[in-house]
């Protein structure tokens, strides 16, 4: 199963991946279209930067989702082939209840639609956009299999 | 950063043919490079990134999330005002220098320092000095540009007043710039306050950025570039029109090949001379080649060619792709738009390539110093190291696309004249009267670089296609020009048959063809001039803001590009640019560059990047102003987007 992973030691804050990942989910998925129409999406995933380090803070779809069992109208649920949390949007009530309940706090508001807004991996591309335009390869979608051998 | 790379045009067919074997001997070029800066960082590409002092970096959240400010706290409109005006200066410095270096060697050649340049049009001499109120009468020419230079290196400096080449411009501008304070005083000046101006805590509001920007950017327009047209050609002669010869196809299997690269026609000029040399070619041909063949890469290929009739081997993206043929024997470069890639591709041939200019050094080229004083010397010096390159080319690696194109370049503010009214009456007036009768629609003018983010040069032939069809005379220099006449758009006889009815009637009436070549990027100041004409001539208004033109960059890359926009801007045209300079993070920037700035000065911007739509803009900001000027209907209307 492939996961995304984030070196932190190699993050250098530029926020590449904010951006691919606004553009890659909006109208037009076009910067200077979305900008102009005021269609740009939200970041799923942010920077956030503490002692001296920048980490990528994105959905992990976690093996035992909290959010999952915290939401009241079944709108998230675990796709077990996948292995990806998924989010219903038509179900979806707004709540928040996902957004507390999540450790990592990786869930985002989407205040003017009232749904929250998670890291879906761009499944429309078949590989996160993050992943793909990181300059420096902070962010890197892989097996997980892979991924332990390098450790 | 579009996610669909594959749409990407990959180039004219010997670009393609080039391109494949670089990828097959694993040289990378232009566009592998671009691939690797994908995605082009947003912050940058939106205007909203600051580096100009140590509180920061700072950037803007584009998405209202984050940082609206930064350190400092300067807004997103403070940031892409100041960025836009510092890029300004930046294209206008590289104009102005280019000026400078021709005025300080009319100037040398006046005073008799240097036996290799001298004054072949004294016709434009006394034109522009008699502009500059220098006293021609009974003068001897060297005494008259002496004089004259030595004004012209003093309006550089000059602090207060207004320039001289700006009076050009018609009274309508002139009062417009007063009011708006955009007259340049001088020409270094304007350079100097954009910098001071744009650093910490200093003009923050982007009304006030702006109007300096533009003043700026006139200082080229009007001073520095159309100070590099006007003494290049006293130098070296007026353009005229005739057959020339582009594309990698120029280059020659069995001749010594010598391309000269850059802007500045100083040393190319001479490298002419020398290659033409009888002794230099008897040379060559005891190296076992059967002649000398020089040939013009981007503007200096421009210059040459339309003084000349030289060839030009390719446009900016071509550069790294004529070294791959394996053929060229010597690269001369100067300055402006050379890639400092180019001596790691020549590594992997016989190829030498030379640096000249002490503004100019690239790590792992030979650097043989240009001073006029010695400008033949030299020339010859390097002409002769090609020559004796020769012998080293490996003929197995040697690979010239056949492609090559006819086109007729040399059209200036001065022969479209006679062209136009004969040399007895010369005028505009056939032109003007073809618009105001409705059978030219207006003139447009599609200049500029290519670039390997957008179509790689093909934009320009789609847009001049549709535009000429339109019955939209076009106009056309740098970059742009060489890559519609790759296109096969620069000579009567190809460009015809994708003209407008009215058009055509007009262009086999007078004898031109529908697409002009003009010149270099220095030249779009023809574009100015043959502007004042019209407006001159009576008929279309008072100012150039009333004349149903526009302009368009297509595939624009360097700050030049950007000045050159400004200054067409501020003298009341419309300009589109393929892609946005980096303002759309800041709403307030982009209304001002596209809606506000039409209030002022009559010009403003667009940015479009498919070239139909393109040329919709254009057309549909042509007619506006034909109605406003209740010009009578076009004679044979087409409707944009219809099929030739």
């Known amino acids: 199963m492939k996961k995304l992973f984030f070196y932190i030691e190699k993050c250098l804050a530029c926020r590449t991946c904010e951006m691919v990942c606004c553009v890659g989910h909006s109208l037009n998925k076009d910067l200077f279209k979305d900008v102009r129409e005021n269609s740009i999406s939200p970041a799923r995933l942010k920077i956030f930067s503490a002692k001296a380090k920048n980490y990528p803070l994105a959905c992990r779809h976690c093996d035992d989702p909290k959010c999952v069992v915290a939401c009241m109208s079944a709108a998230l649920k675990k796709d077990e082939k996948t292995g990806q949390v998924l989010h219903d949007k038509d179900k979806c009530v707004g709540c928040w209840m996902c957004v507390m309940a999540c450790p990592y706090g990786a869930i985002r508001l989407d205040r003017k639609e009232k749904i929250p807004l998670r890291c879906d991996l761009c499944i429309d591309i078949g590989e996160p956009r993050c992943a793909k335009n990181c300059p420096v390869k902070a962010i890197i979608w892989e097996e997980e299999a892979e991924i332990a051998k390098k450790k | ?644």
């Open chain 2, 1 to 644: 950063m579009s996610e669909n790379q594959a749409k990407k045009f990959k180039g004219d067919d010997a670009t393609q043919q080039m391109r494949q074997r670089a990828e097959q001997m694993g040289i990378e070029t232009v566009w592998d490079r671009e691939e690797m800066q994908e995605p082009h960082c947003g912050f940058g590409t939106l205007g909203i990134c600051c580096k100009n002092c140590n509180l920061g970096p700072c950037r803007i959240d584009p998405f209202g999330e984050g940082a609206s400010q930064g350190v400092c706290g300067a807004d997103a409109d403070t940031i892409s005002a100041r960025n836009l005006v510092r890029h300004i200066a930046a294209g206008t410095a590289c104009h102005s220098d280019h000026g400078r270096e021709i005025t300080e060697t009319l100037l040398m050649a006046a005073e008799g320092k240097t036996k290799f340049y001298r004054v072949t049009s004294a016709e434009k001499l006394k034109v522009v000095a008699e502009e500059y109120k220098v006293k021609t009468e009974n003068r001897k020419n060297e005494e008259i540009a002496a004089d004259l230079a030595k004004k012209i290196l003093a309006e550089y400096g000059q602090q207060e007043g207004e320039l001289v080449l700006a009076q050009r411009a018609p009274e309508k501008q002139k009062k417009i710039w007063r009011k708006y304070n955009l007259m340049p005083r001088g020409i270094d000046r304007e350079v100097v306050e954009s910098m001071s101006r744009t650093h910490i805590g200093v003009d923050n509001d982007y009304q006030n950025l702006m109007q300096q920007g533009m003043r700026t950017a006139l200082a080229d327009g009007w001073g520095g570039s159309m100070i590099g047209t006007e003494l290049s050609d006293i130098l070296f002669g007026k353009p005229t029109p005739q057959r020339g010869k582009v594309n990698l196809g120029v280059l020659k299997e069995d001749q010594v090949n010598l391309l000269v690269h850059g802007h500045v026609p100083l040393l190319s000029e001479m490298i002419c001379e020398a290659g033409s040399d009888p002794e230099m070619i008897a040379l060559a041909k005891k190296k076992g080649a059967t002649g000398i063949t020089i040939a013009g890469l981007c503007c200096t290929a421009n210059e040459i060619l339309v003084r000349r009739g030289f060839p030009v081997a390719g446009n900016f993206l071509q550069q790294e792709l004529a070294l791959l043929t394996g053929a060229v024997d010597l690269l001369l470069v100067d300055l402006q738009c050379i890639m400092p890639s180019l001596p790691e591709i020549a590594n992997c041939f016989h190829t030498k390539i030379v640096s000249t200019s002490p503004k100019a050094r690239f790590p792992g080229m030979e650097h043989i110093e240009f001073n006029e004083k010695d400008a033949g010397i030299i020339a010859q010096e390097i002409v002769r190291k090609a020559i004796d390159n020769f012998p080293n080319r490996d003929k197995a690696k040697v690979c010239i696309p056949q492609e090559t194109n006819d086109l007729m370049p040399g059209f200036t503010t001065e022969y479209v004249f006679k062209m136009l009214g004969g040399t007895y009456r010369s005028s505009y007036k056939p032109l003007n009267e073809g618009i105001i009768n409705g059978r030219i629609r207006g003139v447009a003018a599609i200049v500029g670089c290519d670039n390997p983010k957008a179509e790689s040069g093909e934009s320009h032939a789609k847009l001049v296609k549709e535009l000429i069809k339109n019955d939209v005379l076009v106009v056309q220099t740098g970059c742009s020009a060489l890559a519609c006449a790759k296109a096969g758009l620069l000579t009567p006889e190809a460009a015809l048959q994708y003209a407008g009815k009215g058009l055509k009637e007009i262009c086999e009436a007078v004898g031109i063809p529908p697409v002009l070549h003009l010149g270099s990027c220095v030249d779009n100041t023809r574009i100015l001039t043959a502007c004042c004409e019209m407006v001159k001539e009576g008929g279309l208004g008072e100012g150039l803001d009333d004349l149903p033109i526009a302009g368009a960059a297509p595939e624009w890359m360097s700050e030049k590009a950007i000045a050159i926009g400004w200054y067409f801007v501020a003298s009341g045209a419309l300009v589109v640019f393929g892609s946005p300079f980096p303002v759309y993070g800041s709403p307030n920037m982009t209304k001002f560059v596209t809606e506000d700035v039409e209030k002022m000065t009559g010009g403003k911007w667009a940015f479009e990047s498919d070239p139909l739509q393109m040329a919709k803009v254009m057309i549909e900001h042509i007619d506006k102003k034909r109605k406003a000027l209740n010009l009578r209907p076009m004679i044979y209307e087409v409707g944009v987007g219809a099929s030739a």
